[in-house]
C-alpha cells in the first residue's frame, strides 16, 4: 500500500475522520501524510480552532506527517482547494496513493465525470446552460448530464463527490494512485447521524452554542483533548464575530471596483456585494442581502474573507511545504523529499525565492488577522514565533493507544530523531 495521502481540513477531527485514518492502518499504509488547511478553509471562515492544534489531533489519531495548504487555496473552491492539496502531496515526492472519502466510491464513475468537465463537449454544453438564474453548480450538472448521463452526472450534487472528482482531475500525470472509500456516519452538514458519529459542522455549532461536552463527544477521545485545552486557553472556537466591526471596517473602505479581484465568476456579483456592505450593518445580514439562489452563501463567505484578507488568486503552484507536525515515521518521510523547498522553522523563509519568500510573510500576516477571531484575543507574530508539533513514535491507527518508536518506511534511510 505504500505511504497514503490525505487532503483535510479537520475542522474539527471528529471520530469518522479518526475511523479512516484507523482503516488505513489495518489496510497497511506504511505512513499517512496530510495536507491540510491551515488557519481558513474552504467554508469562507476561520478554522474553529488553529492549524498547530488540528494538526496535533491528526498525529495523535493515526497520521505521521502533517503540511499546510496555504490559504489562497485552502480558502477557495472546491477544484482550487483539491489542487493544492494533491499538489502539494505530489512534491513531497514520497506519496504513492490518495484516499478520500465519497458518498459513490466508485472510482471508475467519478472518473467519467471528472472526463467529462475536462472535455472541449462540456464547456459548450455549459454555455447552453448560462441563461436562467440557477447556480453555477446546478448548470454544470446539468452540463455534465448531456455527457454522461443524469445518474452519473448526479454524483455532482453532494460535497465530498464533488471534492473526489477534483481530486481525480488533478491527479493526472502525477503517479499517485486514487483510493475512494465510501463516507460513513453523518452527512456533510448534518446532524447525529444516530450512530455516535457528528458532522464537524455540528460540532462547530455545539461550541458556539456552549454545548462543550456533547460537542467533544463526538470527536476521538485525544483529539477531544487538544481542543478542550484550546477552549481552556480562550483560543477556539474561533469565528468571525469576534472581529466583525474590523472586517466591515475593511469591506466599508472598499469601491465597487475593489470587488471586482473577488467576483470569480464575472457574474456582477461584485456590484451585489459592494451594494449589501452598503445596506447593512453586520455580516450576517450582508450575506443574506447578497445571496440569491444564483450564489450559494458559501461563495460570498469564500469572497468576503477573501476582500478582508486581501486574498490573491492561488498561484499556478504551491511554491514550498510547510511542516505542522510530525511523528518519527514522519520525519523519516522529511528526509527523503528533495528538489523542494521545505519549511521546518520560520528562519527557513530566507532559502526561499522571492515569491515564495512573499506568500510565507503573506501567509504570517493572515495568521495575525486569524489571531483576531479568537474569543481572547491573541498577539501579532504567532507564525514566525510557531514551531512545528513534534511527537515520538507513530499511531497505527487506534488514537488511544501509547505511542511507539516506529521504523521508518522502506527507503527512508537511517532513523535521525532530528528534523
Known amino acids: ?21 484507523r482503516q488505513l492502518r489495518e489496510r497497511g499504509a506504511e505512513a499517512i501524510v496530510c495536507a491540510m488547511s491551515g488557519n481558513f478553509v474552504q467554508r469562507g471562515e476561520p478554522a474553529i480552532v488553529g492549524k498547530l492544534a488540528r494538526a496535533e489531533m491528526a498525529l495523535r ?8 495548504i496555504p490559504t489562497p487555496w485552502a480558502a477557495a473552491t472546491a477544484e482550487t482547494f483539491a489542487g493544492g492539496g494533491v499538489e502539494i502531496l505530489r512534491r513531497t515526492g514520497v506519496v504513492d496513493e490518495l484516499t478520500f472519502g465519497a458518498e459513490c466510491p466508485d472510482v471508475e464513475a467519478l472518473t467519467a465525470v471528472a472526463d467529462a468537465l475536462d472535455s ?17 453548480a446546478a448548470r454544470r450538472q446539468a ?26 482531475r488533478c491527479l493526472r500525470e502525477t503517479g ?12 456533510h452538514d448534518a446532524p447525529d447521524a444516530g450512530d455516535g458519529t457528528a458532522s464537524a459542522s455540528t460540532i462547530r455549532e455545539l461550541l458556539r ?74 455580516l450576517q445580514s450582508l450575506l443574506e ?34 511542516l505542522l507536525g510530525a511523528n518519527d515515521t514522519g520525519r523519516c518521510l522529511l528526509r527523503q523529499m528533495r528538489g523542494v523547498p521545505v519549511l521546518t522553522k520560520p528562519a527557513d523563509v530566507e532559502k526561499l525565492d522571492d515569491k ?38 507513530g499511531k497505527r491507527g487506534n488514537e488511544d493507544e501509547k505511542s511507539e518508536d516506529t521504523a521508518c518506511p522502506a527507503g527512508a534511510g537511517d532513523a535521525d530523531r532530528r528534523l
Open 143 to 168: 452540463a455534465v448530464a448531456e455527457l454522461v448521463g443524469p445518474e452519473r452526472a448526479a454524483l455532482l450534487s453532494r460535497p465530498n463527490n464533488i471534492l473526489a472528482v477534483e481530486y481525480l
Open 1 to 21: 500500500m505504500g505511504v497514503v495521502g490525505i487532503v483535510c481540513e479537520y475542522n474539527p477531527l471528529h471520530s469518522g475522520h479518526a475511523r479512516m485514518l
Open 209 to 282: 452554542a456552549g454545548e462543550t461536552e456533547r460537542a467533544l463527544s463526538y470527536m476521538p477521545r485525544t483529539a477531544a483533548d487538544v481542543l478542550r485545552r484550546e477552549l481552556e486557553t480562550g483560543a477556539a472556537p474561533a469565528g468571525m464575530k469576534y472581529c466583525e466591526r474590523g472586517v466591515l471596517d475593511r469591506l466599508r473602505r472598499m469601491g465597487e471596483e475593489d470587488w471586482i479581484p473577488y467576483d470569480g465568476g464575472s457574474e456582477g456579483l461584485y456590484h451585489r456585494m459592494y451594494q449589501a456592505v452598503r445596506e447593512t450593518t453586520d
Open 61 to 68: 489519531c493515526g497520521a505521521d506527517l502533517v503540511l499546510e
Open 120 to 136: 472541449a463537449e462540456y464547456r459548450a454544453a455549459l454555455r447552453r446552460h448560462e441563461a436562467g438564474n440557477e447556480t453555477f
Open 356 to 393: 515564495a519568500a512573499e506568500l510565507f510573510r503573506q501567509e504570517c500576516r493572515w495568521s495575525d488577522l486569524y489571531a483576531l477571531t479568537a474569543p481572547h484575543l491573541l498577539p501579532c507574530g504567532a507564525d514566525w514565533r510557531a514551531t512545528p508539533i513534534l511527537l515520538s513514535g
Open 289 to 322: 442581502r447578497a445571496k440569491t439562489k444564483r450564489y450559494p452563501m458559501a461563495r460570498l463567505r469564500r469572497m468576503v474573507l477573501a476582500a478582508w484578507l486581501e486574498l490573491p488568486k492561488a498561484p499556478a503552484e504551491v511554491p514550498y511545504l510547510r
Open 176 to 187: 499517485i494512485r486514487p483510493v475512494a472509500i465510501a463516507r460513513q456516519g453523518a452527512e
